[in-house]
């Protein structure tokens, strides 16, 4: 029989290339949807083809609980959040509610309805916010810089503690910023993507960004993915730094998008003030050492390799809206 899994955040980057990786490997998909999702149809895509999709929120329990008892997956990946840092700042107390407490709710949700599940949290390298060694690892201390950081370092303590009072299978992956040509477009690394893609079209002159000297550890999204299940099918549960081991400033991502297509950075990025957190992070740099030996895991796509892939899809994108709307490019 089909293992079943059940996604919470299907719509966001990871749930869908989770969704496609456990396709592939034969599961039976549950990808929990809320109310206020918008262009669901179009952000599942082909998913949409076989996953049953679940009304729900991490913010209503009653709703959890009914899913898990009836569904009763094998394994259960919450990927949901309130997932952008700085808007975190703008709605702390929902951000906790949702990326928080969700976790917690859903924790509780298969102690009382399913607890055979084997349970995934998407922790995050945004714990490490302020950081206390270079480069962190799973026994690295926490000191958050954010309320979503915050958050997820309550979500990450309410899984160790259903492993550890409940002897329920919980696993947290820390995972480093991961991005694709999925990435949501309000994060840094799309922002520029798109913005590269619409300033060599004539679409756009100038792109305004915030702190450039800011540095993450970036890696390739499908392949982080793969980590999450290798959790889930060990024998004991545990915590896993899922990372590349390498840093890169927000101004060499512009240096290396902007030269893939004839351009200079230096012309059209603007560093606007608006876009400054209140308090930074500004620094990550991952050690994946445990994954690599315990799951056999490790980065294949190279920072370059991610960049230029980026670029090259929000070309093909823009040219393509292009297209349907009439308007003649005017190429730099
Ligand atoms: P994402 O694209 O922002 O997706 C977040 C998902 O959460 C969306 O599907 C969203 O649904 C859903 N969601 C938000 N509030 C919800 C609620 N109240 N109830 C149910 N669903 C809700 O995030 P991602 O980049 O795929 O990241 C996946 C997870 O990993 C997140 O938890 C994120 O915090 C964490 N993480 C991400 C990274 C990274 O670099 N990407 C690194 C470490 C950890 P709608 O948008 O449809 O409403
Ligand atoms: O910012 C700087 C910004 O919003 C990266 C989430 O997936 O990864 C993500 O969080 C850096 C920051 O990602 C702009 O100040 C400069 O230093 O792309 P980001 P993030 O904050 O690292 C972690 C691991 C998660 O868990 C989160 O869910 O880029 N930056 N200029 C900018 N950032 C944005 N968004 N927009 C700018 O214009």
Known sequence: ????????????QDGYYLAEFLHEKGYEIYGLV?????????????????VHVEHGDLTDSLSLRDILGRVQPDEIYNLAAQSHVAWSFKTPESTFDITGAGCLRLLEAMRQTSPHSRFYQASSSEMFGQVQEVPQTEKTPFHPRSPYGVAKVAAY??????????????????????????????????????GVARIKLGLQDKLLLGNLEAKRDWGYAPEYVRAMWLMLQQNEPDDY???????????????????????????????????????????????????????GWKPETTFRQLVERMVE????????????????????
């Open 34 to 50: 809320r109310r206020s999702s918008q262009n669901i149809e179009q952000r599942l895509g082909k998913l949409s083809e076989y």
């Open 313 to 332: 899809a929000d070309l093909e994108n823009q040219k393509r809206l292009l297209r349907n709307s009439g308007e003649t490019p005017r190429p730099r």
């Open 157 to 194: 303590w309410a899984t160790v503690n259903y492993r550890e009072g409940y002897n329920l299978f919980t696993c947290n992956g820390i995972l480093f910023n991961h991005e694709s040509e999925r990435r949501g477009e309000e994060f840094v690394t799309r922002k520029i993507s798109i």
């Open 241 to 295: 730094v899922i990372a590349t081991g390498e840093t890169h400033s927000v101004r060499e991502f512009c240096e290396i998008a902007f030269a893939h297509v004839g351009l200079d950075y230096r012309d059209f990025v603007v560093e606007d003030p608006q876009f400054y957190r209140p308090a930074e992070v500004n620094l990550l740099i991952g050690d994946a050492t445990k994954a690599r030996q315990k799951l």
């Open 1 to 12: 029989m089909a293992k079943k899994a059940l996604i919470t955040g299907i719509t966001g």
